[in-house]
């Protein structure tokens, strides 16, 4: 495994730490190695279906980019509520119409939700939201962090 400590230094700003969730990141990495999930058999199945995200950081800014492909703009809905933002949508599966058999499905189709915890020094109310072939691009503006100050106290 390739650690980028830039790259991870980023990220975990982004994020709070929380110690359940890394232990779910592991049981679901490897209980998709189990050839028993109807996934691995050929047939998707909605709970299968989370869009990848990348998520960046400038000095101005955090860029946060996800993968939608065939959803429409108008099946996404991007929410910021108490410091969460949650991107959540569906991709339409296509109908069989008279003519058409499917032989074999193996995209993932249905609902999708994904959160992520903003740190403290953004301003939820300027969040640019865009949406391009199948790419959603969320720029989040940070806001001046709290700088720590000296002050002397006076001993009576």
Excluded at 37 to 56: C, M, Q, Y
Aim: charged share 40%; proline share 4%; glycine share 4%.
């Amino acid at each position: 495994m390739t650690i980028f400590p830039r790259s991870r230094r980023n990220i975990m700003s982004l994020v709070k730490w929380n110690p359940w969730r890394e232990i779910e990141d592991v049981f679901d990495r490897n209980i998709k190695r189990v050839p028993s999930r109807l996934s691995d058999l050929g047939f998707a199945t909605s709970e299968d279906w989370t869009p990848k995200v990348d998520i960046s950081e400038t000095d101005k800014e955090f860029i946060i980019k996800a993968e939608l492909p065939e959803v429409k703009r108008e099946d996404v809905k991007v929410t910021v509520d108490k410091g969460v933002l949650t991107i959540c949508g569906e991709r339409k599966q296509e109908r069989e119409e008279e003519g058409k058999t499917f032989h074999r499905v193996e995209r993932y189709y249905g609902s999708f939700t994904r959160s992520f915890t903003l740190p403290e020094n953004v301003d939820e109310s300027k969040v640019d939201a865009s949406y391009k072939d199948g790419m959603l691009n969320l720029k989040i503006e940070k806001t001046e962090e709290a700088k720590p100050t000296s002050i002397e106290v006076e001993i009576k």
